[in-house]
């Protein structure tokens, strides 16, 4: 089949079922005929950082949840095979009744791509970058629910030294920038 006939199609697939989809279709391309027409299957993903008991955790996120997108050719069986694939409701396709399944524009497909290839590498939020002088709210650890003001940014290290006053003293704490958030 020639490369340049394939387009991106999307497949609407239950909820947080997406990966399970993926892995079946890219085992029936594999091993059947299916490999032919499909080229590509891709669930856009990107990695944010969470905190779980004070601690930060780096997790995989799904941007679209309920679709996987594909490159395909549909001819013949092959749409009727990704439709009736476990898990899959169907093609994202026009309001018309009975209308073919719709492929992407091209420009919603750089979009598609170039954000899940930013996305791909974790990077810290904007919202982490603090200025001397700001005042706080520390969130986790032992002093969870005091407020202080930055008093030194280390952004290498990812720390902030925070003043906060305890029974009507000034103490200063070394915190992460995830025990922290702005008030």
């Known amino acids: 089949m020639a490369e340049s006939k394939?387009?991106?199609?999307?497949?609407r697939a239950i909820s947080g079922k997406?990966?399970?989809?993926?892995?079946?279709?890219?085992?029936?391309?594999?091993?059947?005929?299916?490999?032919?027409?499909?080229?590509?299957?891709?669930?856009?993903?990107?990695?944010?950082?969470?905190?779980?008991n004070g601690k930060k955790v780096l997790k995989e996120r799904t941007l679209y949840s309920g679709y996987v997108f594909i490159q395909a050719c549909l001819t013949g069986e092959v749409e009727y095979e990704l439709r009736n694939t476990t898990n899959v409701i169907d093609f994202l396709r026009g309001r018309a009744k009975g209308s073919k399944p719709e492929s992407l524009r091209e420009s919603e497909v750089m979009r598609m791509l170039g954000r899940a290839d930013e996305m791909s590498e974790p990077t810290e939020e904007a919202t982490d970058r603090y200025i001397v002088g700001e005042p706080v709210k520390v969130t986790f650890?032992?002093?969870?629910?005091?407020?202080?003001?930055?008093?030194?940014v280390n952004s290498e290290k990812k720390k902030i030294k925070v003043e906060v006053k305890i029974f009507g003293r000034a103490t200063d704490l070394e915190l992460e920038n995830s025990q922290v958030e702005r008030e």
Do not use: C, M
Not at 6 to 11: I, M
């Open 141 to 152: 650890g032992p002093f969870s629910g005091f407020s202080g003001v930055i008093k030194e």
């Open 6 to 11: 394939k387009e991106w199609y999307v497949l």
């Open 18 to 52: 997406e990966a399970k989809v993926k892995e079946v279709l890219e085992a029936a391309i594999k091993n059947t005929d299916l490999g032919q027409y499909v080229s590509q299957v891709l669930i856009p993903t990107e990695k944010v950082y969470t905190t779980r």
